[in-house]
């Protein structure tokens, strides 16, 4: 896995809803400021896979974790789980979500430092050079510029969604974790969150849920393959794609279900 | 830092559940003292006699429990099939402007302090009449039973999946028999737990009574006279400076408190029932 | 074939009349009230609602006391009930384990289900004396020196009419503020707990900011119930036509002068003084109502508006 230090690093996971058993003893490594795509038919567990990194997993009813997951080395679930806090989890590790998700109540620029302030950065200086770092950043900077204070709901789909990836960059996350962040937008803007993984890239580790193959290919440098729960492949994304050694890996990408 | 968050989200969490907690206080309070301090007086003198005058041993409040079925049976026979039948149109026929009107009108009605209502019926058949009467109490009861029962209605009768009326129509089934065999036996649980709902409430009115239906220390001589009422007899024992009448209204207390309680009951249950067809 | 031309018109038409004769109703009872209060708005015009003197033997009517009574008790019962109900709504709506939620939620609005005249009785024989023995005699000796705690206190009262208020109104403002807090997209708490927020900065920051308008809207129509309570008020605030700076102090609401005076009131004049204040409290709660639906309206309806895509 060439020299790559691996950013995340999953032992052994098993996620559960109720009974349901969604994730089966996964094991994979998350190289550092690469781009890793996760993708499988839908219900396969990918999302889930995902809200285990941020621990956003536990908070839906009767969800489960077993297993472990290292971020930077610290086991994230650890043996006495109170021992680690979610809250810090999360601040390291954003995430966006499959539908834009801005606070109808905030405007543009307190959409983006609503995580801040969270935090208590009061300092109006730091705030204003963040917002606008954030927002450049998520290429949503020229677009906005002369209406900050308008509310963050006011703007299309596509710009909403590059808001909600400011409002995450916003608090400096390590990891940005992207589920099916394209799903509910049109083609213009899915090609514009798309070249912005590239520049994203460069100072942050990206995992991406799609079910979308070619956008994988598009933006990843990793691939991983999920079915039913299980990892069926990880690989580079080049290698995964075009030349699999898993005749499951191979039928799902052929189109033979799913 | 964190920490301090952290400790604000735990006082914050843990003040809602004191929230919930310090509100059963109240009515756990009212429960215990309703009951027992209802329970001591109440025999079977309680329910068969009249209120005695003060000071003698014995007395009841038969003709204010029969008063307050009485009063809750007239005005639920003419304000039920004018709200079933005004929320059958709203939900049939009302989408239109008088349908919106009426909806609004509705609900303006069902906001407006019940005393009011009581001044309602006051000037339309006590001032006539130049009497206080069952039949201004039971008119009054029943503007406050109309608002909710009507919307209840129309919100069940919507509920009703087209589908079904389509295949009645198919049939050559008319519109009236459609409406009263099939959509109405469809939404019937949802509109009695309306019902009752409503009549748990009436049962409960004082205000609207106080001059209208006025009160009576008798039995009810007609429809053109006053009449007692269960809520009405408790305010005036217990506002009354006697030790015996304070009991008696804590007993009233309980016996309209199981009324009240026994419908409500009952409401849920249909409303239970309805989902296991 | 012939029968259903007949009766399918028929029955449209019955139903019409029907919910036609609830308009005529409404109106009527609008006229009725207008109509009567008429001698009244004449003799006193607006004086009537800035006067303080209520004389009934010499029919120098001012309803000032009466409307001081009425808002003073209501804003207490907002100030004590608010807190609380949104609390309650947050517990049941967000924090409370599923097996809790509707048992608890049954109970809460079982306050509602109690006659007023109930509310009444307890006021009276359980709360006032506790109020009487134990807590005002601590408020006065301790913060004696604030206006609103000060005087002879006797249990009955302004501060014992604001507290049965609260609870009464408790179950309204509570059970709309859940529901609303149950319709705010779960996608908004998600957004707020992937920044890092904490359990009650993501309740905060997604749920109430977003449920506000709608959160209003309960306590308005929490407001319009407390200013139109009649009984029980009536059986705890003591009756006194005074304006009081304290709350121990008795006092008098519209809604209860005309439960006492109504079937006392001999001349017409004194009637329809006491209709014009059962006007005045209609057209008070009618406004109320129509900010309420409007507010609570516009919340559940912001959830259209704000998906684009």
């Known amino acids: 896995m060439e020299q790559n230090t691996g950013k995340i690093i999953v032992k052994n996971l098993n996620a559960y809803f109720g009974d349901n058993h969604v994730l089966k003893n996964i094991n994979i490594t998350f190289p550092e400021k690469k781009v890793t795509a996760v993708i499988g038919p839908s219900g396969c567990g990918k999302s889930t896979l995902i809200r285990c990194i941020n621990r956003m997993h536990e908070v839906v009813l009767n969800a489960r974790v077993e297993g472990e997951i290292f971020l930077d080395g610290e086991n994230i679930y650890p043996k006495y789980i109170k021992d680690v806090e979610p809250i810090e989890i999360r601040r390291k590790v954003g995430m966006v979500f499959q539908r834009p998700n801005p606070f109808p109540t905030l405007s543009i620029y307190d959409n983006v430092a609503a995580g801040l302030k969270l935090n208590g950065v009061r300092n109006k200086t730091l705030l204003d050079e963040i917002v606008v770092n954030s927002l450049k950043d998520a290429g949503l900077w020229k677009e906005v510029e002369h209406k900050l204070n308008h509310s963050g709901v006011s703007l299309s789909g596509g710009q909403q969604q590059r808001l909600c990836i400011a409002r995450a960059l916003a608090v400096k996350p ?60 990880f690989d580079k994304t080049e290698k995964l794609l075009t030349m699999p050694t898993n005749k499951m890996t191979e039928k799902y990408l052929t189109g033979k279900f799913g | 830092m964190s920490i301090k968050r952290k400790i604000i989200s735990k006082i914050m969490m843990t003040s809602t559940l004191l929230c919930a907690l310090v509100t059963l206080i109240p009515l756990i309070s009212i429960f215990l003292y309703v009951i027992s301090k209802g329970i001591t007086n109440i025999n079977l003198d309680f329910f068969m006699n009249l209120p005695k005058p003060v000071g003698e041993p014995g ?19 003419w304000a039920i099939p004018v709200s079933i039948l ?18 609004f009108l509705a609900d303006v009605l069902s906001g407006i302090p019940s005393i009011v209502v009581g001044i309602f019926a006051y000037v339309v058949f006590v ?17 406050i039973m109309i608002p909710s029962v009507m919307r209840i209605t129309e919100e069940m009768v919507r509920m009703v999946p087209n589908t079904l009326r389509e295949a009645s129509w198919a049939l050559g089934i008319s519109q009236f028999r459609t409406t009263v065999s099939i959509v109405l036996k469809t939404a019937k649980a949802g509109i009695i737990t309306g019902v009752m709902l409503s009549i748990a409430r009436i049962a409960g009115e004082t205000a609207p009574l106080l001059f209208t239906a006025f009160g009576n220390r008798f039995w009810n001589q007609g429809l053109n006279t006053p009449i007692a009422s269960l809520p009405l007899q408790i305010f005036v024992y217990a506002m009354s400076p006697f030790e015996d009448w304070h009991k008696q209204a804590w007993s009233g207390a309980l016996v309209l408190i199981m009324l009240v309680f026994l419908t409500s009951y009952l409401s849920r249950r249909t409303m239970k029932s309805r989902y296991k067809i | 074939m012939k029968k259903i031309k007949f009766i399918d018109p028929l029955f449209k038409k019955t139903s019409k009349i029907v919910a036609l004769s609830v308009l005529v109703l409404s109106i009527f009872l609008i006229y009725v009230m207008v109509k009567y209060s ?45 807190p609380l109900s949104l609390g309650i709504a947050i517990y049941l709506s967000e924090i409370a384990p599923l097996w809790i939620r509707e048992p608890l939620s049954f109970l809460i609005e079982l306050l509602a289900a109690i006659p007023s005249v109930i509310y009444g009785i307890w006021g009276i024989f359980v709360l ?26 006797y249990g009955v009262g302004m501060m014992t009419a604001g507290i049965i208020l609260s609870i009464m ?8 503020s859940r529901d609303i807090f149950l319709s705010v997209p779960n996608d908004q708490r998600e957004a707020a707990m992937s920044l890092g927020a904490t359990q009650w900065e993501t309740i905060r920051l997604s749920v109430l900011k977003y449920a506000k308008p709608g959160v209003i809207g309960a306590i308005i129509l929490g407001l319009g119930r407390a200013l139109g309570e009649t009984m029980a008020v009536t059986m705890v605030i003591g009756n006194k036509p005074e304006i009081s700076a304290s709350l121990f102090a008795p006092s008098y609401t519209m809604a209860s002068v005309i439960a006492n005076e109504f079937t006392e009131a001999t001349s017409d004049l004194y009637i329809s003084t006491l209709i014009e204040l059962g006007l005045v409290l209609f057209i008070l709660t009618f406004i109320l109502n129509m900010i309420a639906r409007l507010l609570v309206w516009s919340v559940s309806n912001k959830l259209k508006g704000m998906i684009r895509e």
Not at chain 2, 127 to 143: D, N, W
Not at chain 3, 57 to 72: H, K, M, S, W
Request: a neutral charge; charged letters at 15%; proline letters at 6%.
């Open chain 1, 174 to 233: 390590e990891v940005v974790l992207f589920d099916e962040p394209c799903s509910a937008l049109d083609p213009i803007s899915t090609a514009k969150i798309e070249e912005l993984m590239f520049k994203l890239k460069e100072k942050h580790t990206i995992i991406i849920v799609t079910h979308n193959i070619p956008q994988a290919g598009r933006v990843s440098d990793y691939t991983a393959f999920l079915y039913l729960g299980d990892l069926i492949e």
């Open chain 2, 59 to 77: 007395g009841g409040m038969s003709n204010a429990i029969v008063g307050s079925l009485i009063l809750v049976g007239l005005s639920s026979i």
């Open chain 2, 86 to 103: 005004g929320g059958v149109y709203l939900a049939e026929y009302g989408n239109n402007k008088l349908g919106t009107i009426i909806r």
């Open chain 2, 127 to 143: 001032l006539p009449m130049k009497t206080f009467s069952t039949i201004s109490g039971a008119f009054a009861l029943g503007i």
């Open chain 3, 38 to 82: 008429i001698p009244s708005i004449q003799k006193f015009g607006l004086k009537f609602l800035f006067s303080t003197k209520w004389d009934p033997v010499i029919e120098n009517f001012g309803a000032l006391p009466f409307i001081y009574g009425t808002i003073v008790s209501s804003l207490l019962a907002l100030i004590i009930a608010v």
């Open chain 3, 128 to 153: 006032a004396p506790i109020l009487r023995n134990y807590v005002q005699p601590f408020l006065s000796k301790f913060f004696g020196f604030l206006p609103i705690f000060s005087g002879d206190y």
């Open chain 3, 169 to 176: 109104i408790i179950p309204t403002i509570s059970s709309v």
